[in-house]
């Protein structure tokens, strides 16, 4: 299901580590807040790790699974998008009154907001989707 979204080796450094193997530390590590260098060695070298969460993030390989994970998802009728929020029950804080007009942010800096956001949906389901796939099975290729 997925292994058709995540790159390929580019043969210039070998062999790469399994996807399994290296998301499962993608998701332990985001999972659990540890450093990098503090990951279990079951996941492999933590350089490994870190790198290839840093590729993922910047070729779009993160974005490209969580659009087809919420597709499938939506398709089955998983996904609730209706949302309902009531401004009466959200109080202001004390020094909300009064407070400066300054201009909104720029979108650049709202913009790592949105990754963030997307990246923890993505982190969500992934933890979900292993931990619901038996033992034996391989959930990147599932």
């Known amino acids: 299901m997925l292994v058709p979204l995540l790159p390929l080796s580019n043969n210039r450094c070998g062999r790469w580590r399994?996807?399994?193997?290296?998301?499962?530390?993608?998701?332990?590590?985001?999972?659990?807040?540890?450093?990098?260098?503090?990951?279990?060695?079951?996941?492999?070298?933590?350089q490994t790790v870190h790198k290839r969460h840093l590729l993922?993030?910047?070729?779009?390989?993160?974005?490209?699974?969580?659009?087809?994970?919420?597709?499938?998802?939506?398709?089955?009728?998983?996904i609730d998008w209706d949302i309902n929020v009531d401004s009466t029950s959200v109080r202001a804080h004390q020094?909300?009154?009064g407070a400066r007009n300054d201009p909104p942010l720029a979108p650049a800096a709202s913009k790592g907001a949105v990754h963030h956001?997307?990246?923890?949906?993505?982190?969500?389901f992934l933890e979900e989707t292993v931990r619901s796939v038996k033992p034996s099975a391989d959930p990147v290729a599932g």
């Open 18 to 46: 399994d996807h399994r193997q290296v998301i499962n530390g993608i998701i332990h590590r985001l999972g659990t807040s540890c450093q990098w260098r503090e990951l279990p060695e079951r996941f492999g070298p933590w």
């Open 56 to 78: 993922w993030s910047a070729d779009g390989t993160w974005e490209k699974l969580l659009q087809h994970v919420q597709a499938t998802a939506d398709a089955a009728g998983d």
């Open 95 to 97: 020094h909300a009154a």
């Open 117 to 124: 956001a997307v990246r923890q949906n993505l982190l969500v």
